[in-house]
Structures are given as structure tokens and as C-alpha cells.
């Protein structure tokens, strides 16, 4: 089973690459974020507290995060057989201590950190870029701020973590997408 963190600052290509990644190794793609809109769109009560965050570019809590992945696992044991890519968690050591803990129960564990590298200047054009083109609520100057200096507060840590761990690969992920994946595929290839 492989079980791939994609891992990297918001507009990193997180969500592109981990699409390139499912369609070659039929794992399983699970983007926090993807989750959490969806309950936005559905006006769920998730959605509603998830929204205040969002949108000050700010974390869910940890508590409610992982208990939420935690859900989201147990629902799809079915489609995640062969693995899964988690994308947009962790994003806290908490959640990385979690995620060890709940991969440990199911039988199984992180079979490598993907860490997506891309100068601070680029993200923040990307993000602005995609704001324009999928009206995306939280991506606009003001909240990418906030995201990136919450990237760096609390998500970065994960690197040394990680690395501590020698789960972690580093990805530059600038220049052609297609290059980034072949990239990412040399090392998933060699796990
Ligand atoms: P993303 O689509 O991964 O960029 O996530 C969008 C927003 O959802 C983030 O800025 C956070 O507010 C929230 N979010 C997504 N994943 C997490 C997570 N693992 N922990 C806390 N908040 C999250």
C-alpha cells in the first residue's frame, strides 16, 4: 500500500500533481481542502465553521481536522486499497503525529513525503492567478498573507519532521508540469 504526502505552501501545485499522481498509481486522493469546500458548498455545519477559518486564511483545529480525516478514511477503506494521497495534510505536527497513529491502526503507514519547492514571489502570483480563474474565495492578497505566514508558522516545521523521519523528498516545483511529475514519479517509483 502506498500512502503519499503531498506536501508544500498553498499554490505549490499540491492539487495538479496529486491528480497526475492518481491517475498513474490508482491511489486514492484526499485534499483536506477539497473536503472542506464541499461542506461549505453544502451548508453543512462543518462548512459553516470551517468557512471562519477559511476564509481569514487561518487552520481548522487540529481536534476537529483530525477527526474529520479520521471519517473520511473510514468511509472510503474500499476506494484506498492500493493507498492514498493525502493532499493539504498534514499541515500541523499534531496532524502528523495523528496521521502515524491512524495509519498504525489501519495496518499501514507514510510511504513518502513529496515536498513541492517553489519560490515565495511564484506562489503568490499562482494563487492570485487561480483566484481570477476559479473565483476560489480565499485567494486573494489579503488572505494569502495570512496563509503563507501560517504555512511558515505551523506547516513548514513538517519539512524537518519529516526529514527526521527519511520520508522526505524534495521536489522542485517550478517550470513544466509534466517535468514536475516525472520528477515525483522517479521517486514513487523507487519506494
Ligand atoms: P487547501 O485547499 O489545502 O489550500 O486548503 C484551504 C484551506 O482549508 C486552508 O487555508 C485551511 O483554512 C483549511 N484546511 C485545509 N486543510 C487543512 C488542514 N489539514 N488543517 C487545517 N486547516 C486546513
Redesign the pocket.
Known sequence: MLNIVIFGA?GSG??TQSERIIERYKLMHI????V??DNIRRGTQLGQT?KQ??DK??????QL?IGI?ADVLDQNRQAAEHGVIF??????IP?AEALETMLAERGTAVSAVIGLEVPEQELIERILLRGKQTGRS?DNLETVQS?LQ?YHNQTSPLREFYVGKGLYHPINGTGDIDEIFASIANVIDKL
Request: glycine residues 14%.
Open positions: 498553498p499540491k492539487g485534499s483536506t481542502g477539497d472542506l469546500r470551517a477559518y477559511i486564511g487561518q487552520l481548522i483545529p487540529d481536522m480525516l493532499d493539504g495534510f498534514p499541515r500541523t496532524q480565499d496563509r501560517v
